[in-house]
């Protein structure tokens, strides 16, 4: 499966931003798939993931901001962002959960700045 992330852009705070991934393949259906993001000078961290049956976990952190849902039928995830800070600024990426090595795709950069 090859994922591709889109969406990210420049907002100012307390803006909103939907990212969209795409995944090629007819299995990712049958997969848990997540958005991780990777901030300036940190390692790449699992945000949200959304099981088979669309059960959902955020990170406590962006829990009352960010939405993860996807729709199995067009292959595609979704990550809806409110209420974005600065610190949520950097480059967001999805995957596998686990992730997997081979399927990291380029990733869309979110920047959040006035």
């Known amino acids: 499966v090859q994922f591709v992330e889109s969406g990210g852009d420049l907002v100012q705070p307390g803006g909103s931003l939907r990212l969209s991934c795409t995944a090629s393949?007819?299995?990712?259906?049958?997969?848990?798939v997540g958005w991780y993001r990777q901030l300036p000078g940190k390692q790449r961290d699992l945000l949200a993931h959304?099981?088979?049956?669309?059960?959902?976990s955020h990170r406590q952190a962006v829990r009352d901001r960010f939405t993860i849902s996807r729709d199995d039928a067009k292959t595609t995830m979704f990550l809806d962002m409110n209420n974005l800070k600065p610190d949520d600024t950097g480059v967001y990426y999805c995957?596998?959960?686990?992730?997997?090595?081979?399927?990291w795709g380029q990733g869309t950069q979110v920047t959040v700045s006035s």
């Open positions: 995957n596998y959960v686990p992730s997997r090595a081979e399927n």
């Open positions: 393949g007819d299995t990712f259906q049958t997969f848990t």
């Open positions: 959304i099981t088979p049956l669309g059960l959902t």
